[in-house]
């Protein structure tokens, strides 16, 4: 198991930037794979970015490419998600998670350990 603690959610005009922080504790940080995702009020969750467990390799939903980069410290045992260009339509708690595998994967159901999420507003 580890454990995920979100931060860096806030309010921000169209057009800006922030950039999230995922802190890991528990068992080895740099065996998982993570994954951020996000969900809107009355909507499914949906995957924003992926990174493999060196950070050699990314993977990002269509609607962020160009616009938000993932990256992981592993000695600091922390992801990040830097956004910019932000859109209201990226309004939505952004959820840090972690899948204890090789393979850098998109479906929130490979994901065994979740964080608390943390809260984006993008205003227009």
């Known amino acids: 198991q580890v454990q995920l603690v979100e931060s860096g959610g806030g309010l921000v005009q169209a057009g800006g930037s922030l950039r999230l922080s995922c802190a890991a504790s528990?068992?080895?940080?740099?065996?998982?794979?993570m994954g951020w995702f996000r969900q809107a009020p009355g909507k499914e969750r949906e995957f924003v970015a992926a990174?493999?467990?060196?950070?050699?390799?990314?993977s990002y939903a269509d609607s962020v490419k160009g616009r938000f980069t993932i990256s992981r410290d592993n000695a600091k045992n922390t992801v990040y998600l830097q956004m910019n260009s932000l859109k209201a339509e990226d309004t939505a708690v952004y959820y840090c998670?972690?899948?204890?595998?090789?393979?850098?994967?998109?479906?929130?159901?490979?994901?065994?350990?979740w964080g608390q999420g943390t809260q984006v507003t993008v205003s227009s």
């Open positions: 998670a972690a899948d204890y595998s090789r393979t850098v994967v998109a479906a929130p159901r490979s994901y065994e350990n």
């Open positions: 990174i493999s467990r060196t950070g050699d390799s990314t």
């Open positions: 528990g068992r080895t940080f740099s065996m998982y794979v």
